[in-house]
């Protein structure tokens, strides 16, 4: 969001845009093969104040009118992981409940920043932050280019660093006490019935 009251997404195809209204990775979306071949820009102005979960139902408005888009959600059996907990036990460490002070906070993300950004430099993916384990197997299938699915039966929130440029992925999830279960799962898809190529005039 540029600003308070605008939206932009610049070069997102129209598979991109799709999983984004929906909030599911690509690979949850079930469509024409064509909807990853050309990028669009998108730049919208909302109300003021808008909180941003309420903006997906807002992009999702504005598929169905400029594309025609006709998509419905149901669950299917596809191969992937399912995310459980190792036979040693979870090693997870609960994120405090007392909320961090504004200072701690921006120390946090400064921290993230940096191992982001020497992860990537030496070729790797870091996920870090407070997280529930549904959101740690929701990153995870970006990194698998599968689905993944949380069974660890886990709540709450945990501190999780994972960090491909030092461990696999596989590796690194068996650092936090959990385990990538290959086999198959059921997952929630995005069916898409009806779509357009190109969008109507504004």
Same mark, same amino acid.
Request: charged share 20%.
């Given at each position: 969001?540029?600003?308070?009251?605008?939206?932009?997404m610049?070069?997102r195809?129209?598979l991109?845009?799709?999983?984004?209204?929906y909030?599911?990775?690509?690979?949850r979306?079930s469509?024409?093969?064509w909807?990853?071949? /050309?990028e669009?820009?998108?730049? !919208?102005? +909302?109300p003021?104040?808008?909180p941003?979960?309420?903006l997906?139902g807002?992009l @999702? &408005?504005l598929l169905?009118?400029?594309?025609?888009?006709?998509?419905h959600r149901n669950s /299917?059996i596809r191969?992937g992981? !399912?995310? +459980?907990?190792g036979k040693d036990?979870?090693k997870?460490?609960?994120?405090?409940? @007392? &909320?961090?002070?504004?200072q701690?906070?921006?120390?946090?993300q400064?921290?993230?920043?940096?191992?982001?950004l020497?992860a990537n430099?030496?070729?790797?993916?870091l996920?870090?932050?407070?997280?529930t384990?549904e959101h740690?197997?929701?990153r995870?299938?970006?990194l698998?280019?599968?689905?993944v699915?949380d069974e660890?039966?886990?709540s709450?929130?945990?501190s999780v660093?994972i960090?491909?440029?030092?461990?696999?992925v596989?590796g690194g999830?068996?650092k936090?006490?959990l385990k990538?279960q290959?086999?198959?799962?059921?997952?929630?898809?995005?069916v898409?019935?009806?779509v357009?190529?190109?969008?109507?005039?504004?």
């Amino acid at each position: 969001m540029p600003g308070p009251d605008r939206v932009r997404m610049s070069s997102r195809s129209l598979l991109d845009l799709i999983s984004s209204a929906y909030s599911v990775r690509n690979i949850r979306v079930s469509g024409p093969v064509w909807m990853s071949d /050309q990028e669009f820009d998108i730049e !919208a102005k +909302v109300p003021e104040g808008t909180p941003k979960q309420d903006l997906n139902g807002m992009l @999702q &408005s504005l598929l169905e009118e400029r594309f025609g888009l006709k998509a419905h959600r149901n669950s /299917q059996i596809r191969q992937g992981f !399912a995310l +459980v907990v190792g036979k040693d036990g979870s090693k997870l460490k609960p994120t405090p409940a @007392q &909320s961090p002070s504004k200072q701690e906070v921006l120390a946090q993300q400064a921290q993230i920043l940096k191992e982001a950004l020497e992860a990537n430099r030496a070729g790797g993916t870091l996920v870090s932050g407070s997280m529930t384990t549904e959101h740690l197997a929701f990153r995870l299938e970006q990194l698998v280019g599968a689905p993944v699915v949380d069974e660890t039966g886990l709540s709450g929130e945990y501190s999780v660093t994972i960090n491909t440029a030092n461990d696999s992925v596989f590796g690194g999830v068996e650092k936090l006490g959990l385990k990538l279960q290959p086999g198959k799962v059921n997952i929630d898809m995005v069916v898409v019935d009806q779509v357009s190529k190109m969008p109507t005039a504004n």
